[in-house]
């Protein structure tokens, strides 16, 4: 296994009290598979893969609990010089918003460069030829003419290309991309991610998207984990959890979202908001906005039980998943 | 032979909605705003111009949604703002009731105005962080005070709170103790306040969560069942618009490259750049997506500022022909569908316009 999150614990201390931003994710990914991560704001999705990285603000972030392991190597148990090491090289992020993301006084020959330098050792004159190789490679049209140009002259697709570029620069054996296209026009969000999932192929990368869109995980990957309040709620290969999702929170999140090839009826919406993070409800977090909720919701936490009657690996944090799955 | 003719029936009942109901409310006619671009600091001349909006027509009806799709920079926006005359327009008119209200200004703008509503999309940015809800909604009342007099406003504006799904006892709270879904459904009693014909939404929901989405859109819809509103709906999430509007027009660099019925546009579309724009639109469905039909646009969007000559289209359009870069395709229905009873026959602006479903898996 490429990538193994264990039980992972990521908790702010603010001034209103302890925001548990994540409570007991696990998840792994492999060589060559794309893994979804699907949440709403403050689901921690992005926080999750912020610990992962290693680029978490601590303070005031906290671990206090939990594994990540890449290679078999627990990554938490690294020294900073080490795991910088691990950064970019073994494991790369690709940010939504390429254009605050790109330092905007230096040209994008240079960020792209400054990969090589810093990790390779290699001359200014040498890391600007792969720069052009990168570009060339993300298929960015006139790569050698467009090396010395800065990031406000690129388009927002082209922006997001070269955060990939940047992203796939050492080669790294896992990418982690936290909603690459949301900030972009369907039209190019459609050529960004058939560039990345044909990247990833040819270098037989693991991938994380992150991501709210039900849309894009359904193109693209391979296995889902949604998210809910810090925790996962359900996981599953993806076209399982389309067919017949096994807890509330997935099944409204399919319901609510209108269809483009019909006219559908009134919306199904979920009721409620999303909770607060310093006072998470008790028992299933999901519990006051479920409509299957029960007294038992309400006071035990419900572990993620194996979905037994499914012939592929899949689990759902729900007491009555067998009723959702069914129902 | 008996599946045909079932499609015709279905093709004749769709044909024969009634979808016009008296006279249009809202009449666009040629609308264009350019924007000027400068060189120099003292002497400013005009080099060019952003051709933002560069002719667009349509019509809005009584109780209808309208829907404007089209990629960022298309002028969907711009489009927003000239139908609230809060942009000057270039040229073109805006007819409401007969009116022109892009010639208009001072009192009988303010006048016009009250009928014609906006709701914004970032609910964070259009509210002023330091009044309250009360003050926020209330304050409608002080621009137009014959809507309410000065001691029922309170009441009022708690009205209002209930209407939109809001506790009337949050009158007197700050935008920043509501979540996103509760700050757009202040907006949309903001909007609501002055009991307007028409509202015209900005991307109302796309700052929002998906779960909190569908709330807002079931209210908007209630809403418009009970007070006849109008609504012009823009925004990028084609899903939505389809759900929501009864008409959709698809705009690419400041013109409507195809109008018709939420039908017309998404099963029957005729203009290839509609077809690309559905096409790319990934479907929450595992199972479609190797038998979709999927059309990957090459390059970006031109720039307004120089866009192509004829067809607007043409640069990334794989139907691209020596006609396309010399004449400019009218929006009209395509000759061949001329007269013909099929949901092709809607206006589409191209000249080699014919019909693909891109919507359906294969």
């Not at chain 1, 004159?125 to 003419?145: N, Q, S, T, W, Y």
């Not at chain 1, 096994?246 to 999303?274: C, F, M, N, V, W």
């Not at chain 2, 043409?314 to 870069?325: E, G, L, N, P, S």
Request: contains cysteine; glycine residues 8%.
């Amino acid at each position: 296994m490429l990538l193994e999150v264990r039980d992972l614990h990521v908790e702010f201390h603010t001034r209103d009290g302890v925001a548990k931003a994540v409570n007991g994710v696990n998840y792994s990914v492999d060589a060559g598979e794309t893994l979804a991560v699907l949440g709403e704001s403050g689901s921690g999705k992005s926080v999750t893969a912020q610990a992962v990285m290693g680029i978490l603000d601590i303070p005031p972030g906290k671990i206090p609990q939990g594994e990540i392991l890449f290679k078999g190597e627990d990554l938490l148990k690294l020294k900073e010089d080490e795991r910088r090491k691990v950064r970019g090289a073994k494991m790369a992020m690709i940010f939504q918003d390429a254009l605050s993301s790109l330092n905007p006084v230096l040209s994008v020959g240079e960020q792209l460069g400054e990969m090589f330098i810093v990790h390779k050792g290699m001359s200014k004159k040498d890391a600007r030829a792969k720069a052009v190789e990168l570009m060339d490679r993300v298929r960015i049209p006139a790569a050698k003419e467009r090396v010395g140009q800065y990031p406000h002259q690129f388009s927002g697709g082209m922006r997001q290309r070269i955060m990939i570029a940047m992203a796939l620069a050492l080669e790294p054996e896992l990418i982690i991309a936290d909603e690459p296209t949301t900030a972009l026009d369907v039209t190019v969000q459609a050529q960004v991610m058939d560039l990345l999932a044909e990247l990833q192929r040819e270098l037989n990368m693991g991938l994380i998207l992150i991501t709210h869109d039900l849309g894009v995980v359904a193109d693209v990957a391979d296995k889902i984990a949604v998210m809910y309040a810090g925790r996962i709620v359900e996981q599953a290969p993806v076209h399982e959890i389309y067919k017949a999702p096994a807890h509330p929170y997935t099944r409204g999140l399919l319901d609510s979202i209108p269809r483009l090839d019909q006219k559908g009826q009134e919306l199904y919406a979920i009721k409620g908001l999303p909770p607060n993070l310093l006072a998470i409800p008790p028992g299933c977090a999901f519990n006051p906005r479920c409509p299957m909720a029960q007294d038992v919701c309400r006071t035990d936490v419900p572990p993620l039980y194996e979905v037994t009657e499914s012939p592929v690996p899949r689990s759902s944090a729900c007491h009555f998943w067998k009723e959702c799955l069914h129902g | 032979m008996a599946d045909l003719s079932t499609n015709d029936e279905a093709v004749a009942a769709a044909l024969d909605t009634p979808v016009r109901r008296g006279e249009p409310i809202l009449q666009v006619r040629n609308l264009k705003k350019h924007f000027p671009l400068t060189q120099g600091i003292l002497f400013k001349k005009q080099v060019g111009a952003v051709k933002a909006v560069d002719g667009v027509s349509f019509d809005l009806y009584q109780g209808e949604t309208l829907g404007i799709v089209g990629e960022s920079g298309c002028g969907k926006s711009t489009v927003a703002k000239l139908l609230m005359n809060l942009e000057r327009a270039t040229a073109g008119e805006v007819f409401y009731k007969g009116q022109d209200i892009t010639k208009l200004s001072g009192r009988a703008l303010k006048a016009v105005r009250r009928n014609i509503q906006m709701v914004f999309q970032d609910p964070y940015t259009s509210l002023n962080p330091r009044m309250t809800v009360g003050d926020i909604i209330g304050e409608t009342f002080d621009i137009h005070p014959e809507v309410a007099p000065k001691g029922e406003r309170r009441r009022k504006v708690q009205d209002l709170l209930d209407v939109v799904g809001l506790n009337p006892e949050y009158i007197n709270r700050y935008p920043h103790q509501f979540s996103g879904g509760q700050r757009q459904r202040i907006g949309i009693a903001r909007g609501l306040a002055l009991n307007p014909e028409i509202i015209i939404c900005d991307e109302p929901v796309s700052a929002l969560d998906v779960s909190v989405q569908a709330q807002v859109i079931n209210l908007m819809e209630k809403l418009q069942d009970e007070f006849n509103l109008s609504y012009v709906f823009i925004a990028h999430d084609l899903s939505i618009v389809r759900h929501i509007s009864d008409r959709v027009g698809v705009m690419y660099l400041g013109k409507l490259a195809e109008i018709g019925t939420d039908e017309e546009i998404y099963e029957h579309p005729t203009h290839p750049y509609t077809q690309a724009l559905l096409s790319a639109v990934p479907v929450p469905d595992p199972q479609a997506r190797a038998d979709r039909d999927r059309i990957i646009l090459t390059g970006d969007v031109p720039s307004p500022a120089n866009p192509p000559s004829g067809c607007r289209f043409r640069t990334r359009c794989w139907k691209a022909q020596d006609k396309c870069a010399t004449e400019q395709p009218v929006l009209a229905v395509p000759e061949r569908f001329r007269g013909q009873k099929t949901l092709a026959a809607h206006e589409s602006a191209c000249h080699f316009a014919e019909e693909r479903d891109v919507v359906h898996a294969g």
